[in-house]
């Protein structure tokens, strides 16, 4: 591509009161090679705009706007058949540092220089477009509420589902429940999931297995392809996305604590078993069909407890709330109590809670009841927290213990959570980055496991704080109690938003697009393989499962699965990964283009390799509340900071830059990176520099990690001042000049 470059400056919002445009202007002439240099008191204005637009009818075809942070104005700047870069004048220079300051004004030169080695470097990224034809097919594994409403949802919005179902019928667990209790939460309802049932078979758009599992699904979305294992034969569909709504199965009640008297008599049941009597007719003793006069239910039986589910499984109040109201509309007369640790009935749950008072249900707090079983007499004692008096339960006819969900994947074969650490046999696709479960659900053909991986207690991983419905594995979105423990209504909203997010999918991945969180992302890594040592630090590293690799350990792409992060960008050693528009040769272009001056000038530099996505707009966060920090500070904005290649930070201080400082999001249990890994892969990266900096006869204090969200700008300007205070301690780079 011929290009011609053409820079645009800002004036308004305080730039052009701090700046010297007319020196910016000749660094973008003759160092960013601009054909083309204009300024405008509002470039985001409809003159503006216009102006750029009768240069782009003129031939300009690469534009550098100097304005506003990226992070802004994205829909205004947006220009077909240009290559855009953004220069962040306004948050990060104008509004942070002195106006007309000598350091102030070096800043913002700095930034066009940076620009304009990524302008010489960037191609115009070309969408991916696979060979094999696209599907727009959406693949709902499982048959419950939550995959029939996905189905439904699929059809309403023209695209055409294919629904399996490991059982003989559709319907789930609700197939077993005569009443539920849904949205509005007023009153116990009839269970309508054989009317759900009918329309999804029903429908033209739904094509149905039942007795059915997936054999193996293989490639991206988009082209999926899922083996479907039916009565022993097998057939083949081509697949966009997929929505797992594998369900849950109830915890094992013989697990639980002897307290909970479960097997010491036939009248302590579980709150599953119940509906199970409550659906074959009368509810009546369980020992000998007696009627029952005296019930108690049990909350919480082994959940919230690190020893069983760690976990609370949110819909057990209501549930028990539903069968006492159950066991009180069948004889008004009973004594129905509910011993509970706290009622959670959230929302409009609460009028529930209310309409099982009026009902005459007894409420006892108590954190543990213990139920006694002798002699076919069983018995509760409880301390009631809210008398402060023990109280006793003679002669009980029905114990009902809330025993909690366990997602469906976290179940193997032998319907016990096991995780896969047996040691990997050679070639053997197995997970190094990712904890997976063996559930047999997905059998994906994924180099890094068949399954997803887990989020924590068995539930496939999502992104909790910023996409809720995403798993590791691109195209595939779990919902309802597959993926947290939840009810019918919510089954049924979690079906609706996890379709959508399948529907978005098909529809980015079609045009050759990237999904969330860089949707509309065009550019995908290429690799080139004449290079590659068969190291696998890509396929291992890459958070989404998106590389595979053959018998002898050559990566192979699969670009729709790819949410171009660049993490497999900075694993690879040999730097042979690359996209149009971001490479490593690109920023170490960006980091050579930074003007250093000279040690006896006093002016160290500090160079920020920055997340895109937290660290970046905390930076953004201050300047809007114009937050004064160093002017040493040259930033880089990162896709993610596991694209970081280590040589970077060699460059960097063969460059004479005299600190380094990594900012990214946080890592752990709690994690909020975009990209799942990518802060603590940066961070592990990072341990190993000291080698590079012995090498160099350099301090290790130069190069600094630091963890952010956006919440933390207050903190960010003492951060950098404190780092730079350590900088002069230590002195500066010995490279400098060099």
């Not at 992302?521 to 998106?546: M, W």
Request: aromatic content about 8%; overall charge negative; charged content about 25%.
């Amino acid at each position: 591509m011929d290009k011609k470059i053409a820079v645009y400056i800002c004036t308004g919002c305080g730039i052009g009161e701090a700046l010297d445009v007319d020196q910016l202007s000749s660094v973008a002439t003759s160092e960013c090679k601009a054909a083309i240099c204009k300024n405008h008191a509002c470039l985001c204005s409809p003159e503006g705009v216009r102006m750029i637009n009768d240069d782009i009818a003129e031939g300009a075809n690469s534009l550098i706007i100097g304005a506003c942070s990226q992070r802004v104005m994205y829909d205004v700047f947006n220009f077909e058949n240009t290559i855009l870069d953004r220069v962040n004048l306004r948050e990060q220079v104008a509004w942070t540092h002195p106006a007309k300051d000598e350091d102030t004004q070096m800043m913002a030169e700095d930034y066009f220089r940076m620009s304009g080695a990524r302008m010489a470097a960037m191609q115009p990224p070309e969408p991916f477009k696979p060979e094999q034809e696209m599907s727009r097919d959406i693949l709902v594994v499982g048959g419950g509420v939550t995959g029939m409403t996905a189905a439904l949802e699929a059809s309403k919005a023209g695209y055409n589902a294919v629904l399996v179902e490991q059982a003989d019928d559709l319907g789930g667990f609700q197939k077993n429940v005569a009443k539920n209790v849904v949205f509005p939460f007023k009153d116990v309802q009839e269970n309508d999931i054989d009317k759900l049932a009918a329309s999804v078979k029903a429908n033209e758009k739904i094509t149905v297995f039942t007795g059915s599992k997936i054999e193996k699904l293989s490639g991206g979305p988009c082209v999926f392809n899922a083996t479907i294992k039916t009565n022993g034969s097998s057939s083949d569909h081509k697949i966009g996305a997929v929505v797992l709504a594998a369900g849950w199965k109830p915890y094992d009640p013989e697990k639980l604590d002897q307290r909970f008297g479960y097997g010491a008599s036939p009248n302590v049941v579980t709150n599953v078993q119940f509906e199970e009597r409550a659906k074959a007719g009368k509810i009546t003793r369980p020992s000998d069909g007696g009627q029952v006069k005296t019930a108690a239910f049990i909350q919480c039986a082994g959940q919230r407890d690190p020893q069983h589910l760690p976990y609370c499984s949110s819909i057990c109040c209501f549930t028990a709330l539903k069968q006492a109201i159950q066991v009180k509309q069948q004889d008004p007369k009973a004594n129905v109590f509910v011993f509970y640790q706290e009622m959670r009935t959230p929302g409009q749950g609460e009028d529930f809670f209310r309409k099982a008072q009026s009902e005459g249900v007894i409420f006892v707090r108590a954190q543990a009841p213990e139920i006694q079983a002798a002699g076919g007499k069983v018995c509760v004692e409880a301390f009631d927290e809210l008398l402060g008096d023990n109280i006793l339960l003679d002669n009980v006819d029905l114990v009902v213990l809330a025993t909690g969900m366990v997602p469906a994947t976290a179940f193997g074969e032998d319907h016990k959570a096991k995780k896969t650490d047996e040691p990997p046999k050679p070639n053997e696709m197995v997970a190094s980055v990712d904890s997976i479960f063996v559930s047999d659900i997905l059998n994906l053909e994924y180099r890094q496991g068949p399954e997803l991986p887990e989020l924590k207690y068995g539930f496939p991983d999502s992104h909790f704080i910023c996409f809720p419905y995403e798993s590791r594995r691109t195209g595939i979105y779990p919902a309802g109690p597959v993926r947290r423990p939840m009810g019918v209504s919510n089954a049924i909203e979690d079906a609706t938003g996890a379709v959508m997010k399948a529907i978005q999918c098909v529809e980015l991945t079609s045009g050759g697009m990237a999904v969330h969180p860089r949707a509309g992302d065009t550019s995908y890594p290429e690799f080139f393989l004449q290079r590659c040592t068969q190291c696998k630090r890509c396929t291992e590293e890459c958070p989404f499962g998106a590389i595979n690799e053959d018998e002898k350990g050559n990566p192979l792409p699969q670009p729709t699965r790819c949410r171009r992060c660049g993490v497999c960008m900075g694993a690879c050693p040999e730097r042979i990964i690359s996209f149009k528009n971001y490479s490593v040769a690109m920023i170490g272009d960006m980091i050579k283009s930074i003007n250093v001056p000279d040690e006896y000038d006093e002016k160290p530099r500090i160079l920020i390799f920055c997340c895109e996505n937290d660290a970046y707009p905390t930076l953004d966060m201050a300047g809007l509340r114009r937050m004064n920090y160093n002017a040493w500070v040259r930033i880089i904005p990162l896709r993610c900071l596991g694209s970081l290649n280590l040589v970077w930070i060699a460059d960097s201080l063969s460059k004479g830059i005299d600190g380094i400082m990594l900012l990214g999001c946080r890592h752990g249990d709690n994690y909020q990176c975009h990209f799942i890994k990518g802060s603590e892969l940066a961070n592990i990266r990072l341990s190993k520099v000291k080698e590079t900096l012995d090498r160099l006869a350099l301090e290790s204090d130069r190069v600094r990690f630091e963890d952010v969200s956006i919440t933390d700008y207050e903190k960010v300007p003492a951060m950098l001042d404190e780092f730079a205070e350590r900088l002069v301690e230590i002195g500066a780079n010995p490279y400098k000049g060099f």
